[in-house]
Every structure is written in structure tokens, then in C-alpha cells.
């Protein structure tokens, strides 16, 4: 991932180059009178165009770069957690309570615990109301 980014931002200061450049070579052959004002000006535009452009790609490819390394550290902190629960729970020194707030902290709670819990709360709900049917027939 390091690699990916250093090689990135190689390629972009030598695109950067090349920008100045070329910008460079237009003015240079607009003070030589070979080429017209019109023609710098679109050149130059054109040429500004095409860098900003890469600019974006830059700044896109730096973020999701930063994103990534976001997420790694996340995944190795979790796996961290996991591993000194682990070793708790081998070494017979961790309190149950405390390691499964532990791992549900790292893991969260799966959505079938939230559709249980629902469903639960909702069978009640039916049982009652049809209760209350059957008595008003």
C-alpha cells in the first residue's frame, strides 16, 4: 500500500514537470512569435485543463489511500482486542463479563440478536391483541 502511494506520487511530481514544461515551451514559442495569442491561449487552457484533471486523480488516489490505512489500523486494533481476550481467557485471569463486553465491543452485535429481540417484543404484542379479539367476539 506504501509502495502503491510513493510510486503515485512519483508518477504525479513528474506529470507536475512536464506541466511546467510544456507551459514553458508555449510561452517560449510565443515570445519567438511562432505561435499567435489565440493559440497560446488555447494551448495554455487545454494544458491547464489536462493538469487539473490529474490533480483530482491525485487527490482521489491520496484519500482513498488514507481510507485504506484507516481501515487496516481498525482491523489490527479489533484483532489486538481479540487476541489479549483470547489470552485472558487461556490464562483463567479474565472476569466472563468483562471478555464478553470485550468481544462484543470488537465484534458488535450480530442483526439476528436485533430480529429476536423484535420478534419477541412483537409476538407479546399479537398475543395480547388477539386476546383481546377472541374476548370481544
Not at 491561449?41 to 485543463?49: A, D, I, L, S
Not at 482486542?81 to 483470547?86: V, W
Amino acid at each position: 500500500l506504501n509502495a502503491k502511494e510513493k510510486q503515485s506520487k512519483q508518477r504525479f511530481e513528474v506529470q507536475q514537470k512536464q506541466h511546467l514544461a510544456r507551459l514553458a515551451t508555449i510561452e517560449a514559442r510565443f515570445k519567438n512569435h511562432t505561435l499567435s495569442s489565440e493559440s497560446r491561449g488555447n494551448q495554455t487552457k487545454m494544458e491547464n485543463f489536462f493538469f487539473n484533471y490529474w490533480v483530482k486523480v491525485r487527490g482521489n488516489q491520496h484519500h482513498q489511500f488514507h481510507t485504506s490505512l484507516k481501515i487496516q489500523h481498525g482491523t489490527m486494533e479489533k484483532e489486538k482486542m481479540m487476541i489479549d481476550a483470547y489470552e485472558k481467557t487461556i490464562a483463567g485471569t479474565a472476569n466472563k463479563a468483562e471478555v464478553r463486553k470485550e468481544i462484543a465491543k470488537v465484534s458488535g452485535v450480530p442483526e439476528v440478536v436485533f430480529l429476536q429481540v423484535a420478534w419477541r417484543s412483537a409476538a407479546k404484542y399479537f398475543s395480547d391483541a388477539l386476546s383481546q379479539v377472541r374476548a370481544a367476539k
